[in-house]
Nanobody, 124 residues
């Protein structure tokens, strides 16, 4: 079983910065894609940024130039550095992992794993 645990959320003033971390644990040999999604009150969950194990990144337009995703593949950990935060960035941020090869070598590209989320609140 794979577990994702996020940390680093909190309250910050507009213009400030936060760094989110997400560590994956369990029977894991490798993870193809890790990323961050967010869900604001009354809105659908949306992609913020994702990164493959090879380093290819994908960002939502609303965070380009402000947020940076990075990974430590050896630690099965993904980070999200968030700068120039705006009140509109207020949301619960969820970590996602997909394309996991477990310790036995079995690979399933279709299962998505999610963390429980960490709240980011940006005050104006």
């Amino acid at each position: 079983q794979v577990q994702l645990v996020e940390s680093g959320g909190g309250l910050v003033q507009a213009g400030g910065s936060l760094r989110l971390s997400c560590a994956a644990s369990g029977s894991i040999s490798s993870i193809n894609a890790m990323g961050w999604y967010r869900q604001a009150p009354g809105k659908q969950r949306e992609l913020v940024a994702s990164m493959t194990s090879g380093g290819r990144t994908n960002y939502a337009d609303f965070v380009k130039g402000r947020f940076t995703i990075s990974r430590d593949n050896a630690k099965n950990t993904v980070y999200l550095q968030m700068n120039s935060l705006e009140p509109e960035d207020t949301a619960v941020y969820y970590c996602n992992a997909a394309g996991i090869r477990d310790s036995s070598g079995s690979y399933n590209p279709f299962i998505n794993y999610w963390g429980k989320g960490t709240l980011v609140t940006v005050s104006s």
